[in-house]
């Protein structure tokens, strides 16, 4: 019995998750300046928030393909 719970515990902590994050800065086009309050998404449940640099950061995301959208509300 001891073994096989040794054995279940390296299953668990031997499967790694593998996460990738989007990072960016929102600017404005004409002048320069970062934007701050943008939200900027790369799917239905994964989005940030511009900061007051304009810098976002979009964390959790799966190995694929992404197209990030900004959102000014």
């Keep these: 019995m001891r073994s096989a719970i040794i054995g279940i515990c390296w299953l668990l902590t031997s499967t790694a998750i593998i996460a990738y994050d989007i990072s960016g800065t929102i ?11 943008v939200t900027v998404k790369a799917d ?6 511009s900061d007051a640099s ?15 959208t900004p959102y000014i509300a």
């Design 27 to 37: 600017t404005d086009t004409i002048t320069g300046a970062a934007v701050n309050g």
């Design 44 to 49: 239905a449940t994964h989005s940030a928030q």
């Design 54 to 68: 304009g810098n976002f950061i979009i964390t959790g995301l799966a190995d694929g393909t992404y197209k990030v």
